[in-house]
Structures are given as C-alpha cells and as structure tokens.
Nanobody, 122 residues
Framework: QVQLEESGGGVVQAGGSLRLSCAAS????????MGWFRQTPGKERKFVAY????????YYDDSVKGRFTISRDNVKNTVYLQMNSLKPEDTALYYC???????????????WGQGTQVTVSS
C-alpha cells in the first residue's frame, strides 16, 4: 500500500492560485494512478483530476478543466494540483488518492490522504 499526505491548502481570494502537493510513501508509488478529489459538507466526494503512473494520461472534471493542472514527480514521490483562477465554488476539502487503474470514481482508489482545506473567498 501507499501512504499519502496532502499539503498546500489555504485561504485565497477568487481568481487566485494555489498548488496542492501530495507526498507518498510506501512501495511502488510510480505504478499508481493518482487522483485528486474534493468534498464539501453534506455532499459526496467528487472527482477533480487524475494522472496515470507514467504521467502520459491526465483527465479533469469539467468543473476544473482549463484551470487546474495535475502533475507528478515520481522521483520525489509527489503529485501536484496546480489550481489557477480559483472560484468560490472550488472551496472544499481536497483529497489525494491512489488507484491501481485509471479511474475517476472514489471507489477505485484504495489509498487516501487525510485532506487539505481550500477556501476561496469572493
């Protein structure tokens, strides 16, 4: 298994940027698809983006497409989410997760971080 820990969240005004990081430890990090999800109180966890183990394949939810960029550095065992042009509706607890397959649904991700809060003010 892989252990994950997110960082980089905070409070930012609308239109601003943040970069989230997810540090991984454990075995075979480079072979995992890595995803970002977000959740607000009272709502289900929603997909944000994923990146394949090689970094060759990325996919984004329509709500963040063109604004967010997912990337990974397998040497550093870290995955990133660069968030630009942030909107108040981006406010959520952001989770990093690892899957053995390309997937955009939480149920396929077996390892999760504890989350990092992103708050976007209007």
């Amino acid at each position: 298994q892989v252990q994950l820990e997110e960082s980089g969240g905070g409070v930012v005004q609308a239109g601003g940027s943040l970069r989230l990081s997810c540090a991984a430890s454990g075995r075979t990090f480079s072979r995992y698809t890595m995803g970002w999800f977000r959740q607000t109180p009272g709502k289900e966890r929603k997909f944000v983006a994923y990146i394949s183990w090689s970094g060759d394949s990325t996919y984004y939810d329509d709500s963040v497409k063109g604004r967010f960029t997912i990337s990974r550095d397998n040497v550093k065992n870290t995955v990133y989410l660069q968030m630009n042009s942030l909107k108040p509706e981006d406010t959520a607890l952001y989770y990093c997760a690892a899957s053995t397959i390309l997937a955009a649904e939480p149920k396929y991700f077996g390892s999760w971080g504890q989350g990092t809060q992103v708050t976007v003010s209007s």
